[in-house]
């Protein structure tokens, strides 16, 4: 079925540390992979996506990396700032369905 | 440009009771959709709608109605609210008519259903 696992729920790093955060999807004909991410009591929003044409892209300290074989992609935060303290959400653009799944959400935590 | 904005913020409403859920957006998207948001299950799509005039069904549908009678608004309606549809809406709107458009979401609306 149609589904993106995310992992890890909750994730704390050290100011200055990196992050990850890996999700999983079952469609292997999804070719388009937002990651959104999300602060307190606002609504989420467009950080990087990646299409499945190239493996790895980058924005500053972020970046996403791309396994279509092994169908998992992950977010990579470099350099964590008090900033990045939010709610990170994955998500997979099912083709067949013409939908977006989002996976449950990582509870970013930066501790200074 | 205001975006995407959602009325009401915050409600309460007794079970039984019915309620509609306002989306505006001012940037000429086609595509607008309403999401539920619940603890550990990420964003779950309602419905949907790909341009004035049409709407379609997602993954968690019953129990809501939608209209999008202008290209600007879509509307989401809770006939006969119960408890199991508490939870933070988002509403969301993109460019053109492709999937792979990035979604501009609204700030969400909290409903506690009593």
């Known amino acids: 079925g149609e589904n993106v696992e995310q992992h890890p729920s909750t994730l704390s790093v050290q100011e200055g540390d990196s992050a990850v955060i890996k999700c999983t999807y079952s469609?292997?004909?999804?070719?388009?992979f937002p990651w959104y991410k999300q602060e307190l009591g606002k609504g989420p929003q467009l950080i990087i996506d990646?299409?499945?044409?190239?493996g790895e892209k980058k924005d500053q300290r972020i970046a996403v990396t791309l396994n279509k074989t092994a169908k998992h992609f992950s977010l990579h935060i470099t350099e964590t700032q008090p900033e990045d303290s939010a709610v990170y959400f994955c998500a997979a653009l099912y083709s067949s369905a013409s939908k977006i799944i989002f996976g449950s959400g990582t509870r970013l935590s930066i501790r200074p | 440009n205001a975006g995407v904005t959602q009325t009401p913020k915050f409600r309460v409403l007794k079970t039984g009771q019915s309620m509609t859920l306002l989306c505006a957006q001012d940037m000429n998207h086609e595509y607008m959709y309403w999401y539920r948001q619940d603890p550990g299950m990420g964003l779950r799509l309602i419905h949907y709608?790909?341009?004035?005039?049409?709407?379609a069904k997602g993954e968690v549908p019953d129990g809501y109605n939608v209209s999008r009678l202008k290209k600007q608004n879509f509307l989401l309606g809770l006939e006969s609210a119960a408890p199991s549809q508490t939870s933070v809406y988002f509403c969301?709107?993109?460019?053109?008519?492709?999937?792979?458009?990035?979604?501009?979401f609204g700030p969400g609306t909290r409903l506690l259903v009593l």
């Open positions: 469609d292997s004909a999804s070719n388009y």
């Open positions: 990646i299409r499945s044409n190239v």
């Open positions: 969301a709107s993109s460019y053109q008519g492709a999937w792979q458009e990035t979604q501009y």
């Open positions: 709608s790909v341009g004035e005039g049409t709407t």
